[in-house]
């Protein structure tokens, strides 16, 4: 599924022009590529140590 940036239409994964305005739609793309989101941070590095003895 592609969305037309320029009047929102949903267009076919393999269409390069959208099918309401026209516009381009960039390269066609074979598989979506997998989004990735980063790591959070572990939550003991919020707060600082406690003082050793």
Same mark, same amino acid.
């Given at each position: 599924m592609r969305v037309?940036? +320029?009047?929102?239409?949903? %267009?076919?994964? /393999? +269409?390069?022009? *959208? /099918? %309401? *305005? /026209?516009?381009?739609l960039g390269w066609s793309r074979g598989a979506a590529a997998p989004v990735v989101e980063p790591a959070a941070a572990p939550a003991a590095a919020d707060h600082d140590p406690e003082p050793g003895p």
């Open positions: 037309c940036p +320029d009047c929102g239409t949903v %267009n076919g994964e /393999g +269409d390069d022009f *959208c /099918g %309401n *305005c /026209g516009a381009y």
